[in-house]
């Protein structure tokens, strides 16, 4: 048989294409990738065995140009290489591969300074690994991320020994290490090398069968998403078979986005027209469940989110029925999904950001139920994430605090580092700067093991304090929103009001009508970032506070909603004097959700994780700056200026 005429056919496909895309159809070549190759720093690795997705090219041009992507043949079929190639085909075929390659390994991949035709008979066997005798080549250490992620890659390969696990993005590697429990630099057990090698080739069988053909993103960021989708725990022990499930009821999510994220900051997506059928066919009635993580009573946030949900059986009557669920935790968070769905509920709001991960799974098994979570990152395409954009509120508070403030020294009490509160604490900071030069933020948290909720700030100065946006029925305290503080008596000045009703009415209202799920919309991901403008959220003033000043709060206000103003626009400097915001700009929508930075009137720091509380620690390991889900900005259309 001629197997070389029949790759060469397919390879002179690829070259033909690449040229078409004004493309280098050859091998990539490393000495002409890295201009100073020689130069750098090498470490042998002796033989081992690499994935042959990840040997892509040649040391130096020499057979480069027998070769197109993917080591596929390109040589004329009666030369001399072509003889030799079929010739290896054979004997591979029959004895299997005896000698290994030589390589260079440079950022996680190969290239081959002797044995290219073994790499391409290999691959055109469709082979997973190949045997190679490896020399690494360690680029230069600079904050380029691609550069500090490959070391935190050869890191990682040193302390567990597995060289196959391969991410694009730094903080992944303590993501990953943290799931079986190891701290890094730990030493790691046998069994957790073991199980982590077994989950990792089972998902990349998988994942390369099922992503073929398809646009995809790297495979070591994918495993990375299957193993916080589905839990380490409950896939450690699963065979090649529930992997392959697993991976195919997750592959619309493994596709590259190419900025399919769409952030949705008003109410105008609600308007949208129903085609003709989904009018005829849309429900009577939607029946909506609301998922709680903790008892409504006791705590300020679902409070509001559940007078949200009974604004909803108010205003549409018999259109809705809606049920409320305490689930406290991921293990009960699946029984209570599908005992929900048993019953005919057809849309699932997950209140809180904590229950981001745990409504993965639920919604990959169950696409004709609308998911949506209250979190500000998701880039899930079956759940849609949803939020308030607080800092607008806090931008008022801080012009307020900044007329109250005599001294300038003004108390902030944030509650998780999570990405959306420096957005808010920086907001408050600049307001109150605007109206007091002299304005100073001192900054603490709630969430931090030395937060002291009786006495948070011991300087006798700092009387005015932005605390908790709201308070829990069950609680008689007074030290929320915007107060003076007398000795132990407090004075309420204002506060900031979430509307969740409105929108939780929008959703179930374009569920209703059958434009949820519109044709445009189906491959995006879908975030809404709603403020002032839609309504969502308000700031009330307590009749202590001086009209007057009131008056040029309501401005700006007015200004904040109709988006002719943003806090965040003009020169803004963060606390080591780094310019965030040039004098003629505006931060876009992506720079202001993802800020993880303070700007330089604020007193205080980011919390790292070992200085929270216990309780805070899991939402913080999702959502807190430089956890789970750190964004990629690269990815987002709404990134635009």
Not at 157 to 175: V, W
Request: aromatic share 12%; charged share 25%; hydrophobic share 40%.
């Amino acid at each position: 048989m001629d197997h070389y005429g029949k790759f060469r056919r397919e390879g002179l496909r690829v070259y033909s294409a690449a040229i078409q895309n004004n493309t280098d159809p050859y091998l990539p070549v490393l000495e002409n990738r890295v201009s100073n190759l020689s130069q750098l720093s090498r470490l042998s690795l002796g033989v081992m065995s690499v994935p042959l997705s990840r040997v892509i090219g040649s040391v130096s041009q020499g057979r480069s140009f027998a070769f197109t992507e993917g080591f596929l043949p390109i040589l004329e079929g009666g030369s001399e290489f072509a003889s030799k190639w079929e010739r290896l085909y054979e004997s591979v075929e029959s004895e299997g591969l005896h000698q290994p390659i030589t390589a260079l390994e440079y950022m996680g991949y190969y290239y081959v300074i002797e044995g290219n035709k073994r790499v391409s008979v290999s691959r055109c066997m469709e082979a997973g690994e190949i045997d190679a005798d490896v020399t690494r080549v360690l680029p230069e250490k600079t904050g380029d991320p691609d550069v500090v992620a490959y070391y935190e890659y050869c890191d990682f390969s040193r302390e567990s020994g597995l060289y196959d696990i391969l991410f694009t993005r730094p903080g992944s590697y303590q993501k990953l290490v943290s799931l079986p429990g190891v701290r890094p630099g730990e030493q790691w057990a046998e069994d957790d090398i073991l199980s982590l090698r077994k989950i990792f080739h089972y998902f990349v069988d998988a994942y390369f069968r099922t992503m073929k053909g398809k646009k995809a993103i790297p495979a070591g960021d994918a495993f990375l998403s299957y193993l916080i989708a589905f839990g380490y725990q409950n896939v450690r022990n699963e065979d090649l078979e529930k992997t392959t499930e697993r991976v195919r009821l997750m592959s619309g999510e493994f596709e590259v986005l190419d900025g399919k994220v769409k952030l949705v900051t008003d109410t105008d997506s609600t308007t949208v027209q129903a085609p003709l059928l989904t009018s005829l066919f849309r429900p009577s009635k939607v029946r909506a469940a609301f998922l709680f993580n903790r008892s409504i009573d006791d705590s300020a946030w679902n409070y509001w989110h559940n007078l949200g949900r009974l604004e909803v059986e108010e205003k549409l009557g018999d259109k809705v029925e809606t049920a409320a669920r305490i689930v406290p935790s991921r293990a009960d968070f699946t029984d209570a999904i599908n005992d929900l769905i048993k019953d005919g509920y057809t849309a699932i709001f997950a209140t809180s950001p904590v229950m981001l991960n745990s409504t993965i799974q639920p919604a990959l098994e169950h696409p004709e139920v609308s998911f949506l979570c209250c979190s500000l990152l998701s880039n899930y395409k079956n759940i849609r994430a949803y939020y308030i954009r607080f800092y607008e509120a806090k931008f008022l508070l801080g012009m307020a605090a900044g007329i109250l403030s005599e001294s300038g020294k003004i108390g902030y009490i944030a509650d998780y580092p999570i990405y959306g509160t420096p957005s808010a604490a920086n907001a408050f900071a600049i307001g109150a700067r605007m109206v007091n030069p002299s304005a100073r933020i001192y900054l603490n948290w709630t969430s931090a093991s030395w937060y002291n909720a009786s006495n948070p700030f011991e300087d006798p100065e700092i009387r005015v304090i932005c605390n908790r946006d709201i308070t829990a029925p069950n609680h008689n305290a007074r030290d929320y929103g915007l107060y003076l503080r007398n000795g132990s008596e407090i004075i309420n000045m204002a506060t900031l009001i979430p509307r969740w009703g409105r929108f939780y009415r929008a959703m179930v209202e374009m569920i209703q009508k059958g434009t949820f799920h519109a044709a445009a919309e189906k491959e995006a991901v879908t975030n809404y970032w709603w403020g002032l403008g839609s309504n969502i959220l308000d700031v009330a003033f307590s009749t202590r506070f001086d009209p007057y000043a009131a008056r040029t709060i309501r401005y700006f206000r007015h200004e904040l909603g109709d988006g002719s103003f943003s806090p965040f626009e003009g020169e803004i400097r963060d606390q080591r004097g780094q310019l965030r915001c040039a004098a003629d700009q505006r931060l876009t929508p992506a720079e202001i959700l993802c800020m993880d930075y303070l700007v330089d009137n604020i007193v205080g720091s980011l919390p790292q994780e070992e200085d929270l509380i216990e309780t805070a620690r899991p939402l913080v390991r999702l959502q807190g700056i430089h956890g789970e889900l750190e964004p990629d900005l690269s990815q987002f259309s709404w990134n635009g200026k």
